[in-house]
């Protein structure tokens, strides 16, 4: 079955330092894409960053970075110097075909506290 | 702001009951997504439309439907109402419809169902 895996239901980290998120996926399509999306306590879904499955480097956008294992089917997130702001669930979510027609699924997320 | 526009904002209801929940695309975007999120199943897909026309479909109760308007715009509609469809209901957005575009979310309609 193709799916999204995040297991860590809540992380902390210190502001300042750096975080990585966990998310790995089942697939059998060699074609997906692995999204990032941050849900903070008003409610909204804010885009970070896109990886593409034949994307030979890593994605980057500002203090986030995608640490893109192929092999491993992982596809973690990494904050760097956290900021208080950054205090809010991250979900990973993997576009793929399921009965014909393509869709985004979600992992469970992942709640990430920044400590001042 | 993502550019994408959802009304109203929250909707308090009865069981039984009918509404409809609005959703504006990102200027230029054709396709529209529609999803769920609640406390035990987490964010699912509803549905997607492209261009005006139904594309995907996901966990979509058939008490549940959708449209897009030739104006790009999309409706979600529900009805007969069950307390268990309280829910935060996305709407998204993307320029197409190919599986690697980045979709925009709304800010989401939080519907309550008393």
């Known amino acids: 079955a193709q799916k999204i895996t995040q297991t860590q239901p809540g992380m902390f980290v210190q502001e300042k330092e750096a975080v990585t998120l966990d998310c790995t996926y089942d697939t059998s399509d060699p074609s997906y894409g692995l999204f990032w999306y941050k849900q903070p306590s008003s409610g909204e879904m804010i885009f970070l960053i896109y990886?593409?499955?034949?994307?030979?480097q890593n994605a980057t956008e500002g203090r986030y970075s995608l640490n893109f294992q192929k092999a491993r089917k992982s596809a973690n997130l990494v904050i760097s110097a956290s900021q208080l702001g950054d205090s809010a669930m991250y979900f990973c979510?993997?576009?793929?075909?399921?009965?014909?027609?393509?869709?985004?699924?979600f992992g469970k997320g992942t709640k990430l506290t920044v400590n001042p | 702001d993502s550019g994408v526009t959802q009304t109203p904002k929250h909707l308090i209801t009865a069981t039984g009951q009918r509404v409809t929940l609005r959703c504006s695309p990102r200027?230029?975007?054709?396709?529209v997504y529609w999803y769920q999120q609640s406390l035990d199943q987490g964010l699912q897909f509803l549905i997607q439309?492209?261009?005006?026309?139904?594309?995907a479909k996901g966990n979509i109760l058939e008490r549940f439907s959708a449209q897009q308007f030739p104006d790009l715009h999309s409706e979600l509609n529900l009805s007969s109402l069950e307390l268990g469809d309280s829910a935060l209901y996305f709407c998204?957005?993307?320029?197409?419809?190919?599986?690697?575009?980045?979709?925009?979310f709304g800010p989401g309609t939080r519907l309550l169902v008393l």
């Open positions: 998204a957005s993307s320029v197409g419809a190919i599986r690697t575009e980045t979709q925009y």
């Open positions: 200027s230029g975007d054709l396709s």
């Open positions: 990886q593409g499955s034949y994307d030979q």
């Open positions: 979510a993997m576009s793929l075909t399921q009965g014909g027609s393509e869709k985004l699924v």
């Open positions: 439309y492209y261009n005006g026309e139904e594309r």
